[in-house]
């Protein structure tokens, strides 16, 4: 899972975002779940720049406090990223993946990148079943 620690507090009105783990990415809202929420958009337009594949993922660190939440980004953000940072576990290069999966470079490459990757569960399978993992999802209501 994609996701990452902000400090969401009160800033004389309103409620602050900072996100410590990703410089420049912040946000407010009026109220606490205002701000939340737009926390979420925040994160997920600062994680778009991983469309460019020599951007690093900043690592995730876990703080304590009661002004700590955890945010996750859109899923149109973060299942891209997670499959990139798949491969990347498995020291695997784009083209190495690719042939495993039987699909060019620039379909994996699509896969990978944020706002335009839509797989399907099928296609998730394939790709954990191309690296030896198991993909496990859970549906909330």
């Not at 951007?55 to 899923?75: F, H, M, N, Q, V």
């Not at 690296?131 to 909330?140: A, K």
Request: charged share 25%.
């Amino acid at each position: 899972m994609i996701r990452y620690q902000a400090k969401i507090y009160k800033d004389g009105r309103s409620y602050s975002v900072e996100f410590p783990d990703l410089p420049g990415c912040f946000s407010s809202g009026a109220t606490k779940k205002a701000a939340h929420e737009n926390a979420r958009e925040a994160l997920s337009l600062y994680l778009e720049h991983a469309r460019d594949p020599e951007w690093t993922l900043p690592t995730a660190r876990t703080r304590k406090g009661a002004s700590y939440r955890w945010i996750t980004p859109d899923e149109g953000v973060a299942i891209p990223l997670m499959i990139r940072r798949l491969r990347q576990k498995h020291s695997l290069s784009q083209r190495q993946l690719a042939a495993r999966l039987h699909v060019s470079v620039q379909q994996l490459q699509k896969l990978e990148t944020p706002g335009k990757s839509n797989p399907t569960i099928k296609t998730l399978v394939a790709i954990c079943r191309a690296v030896g993992e198991e993909l496990s999802l859970q549906l909330v209501a």
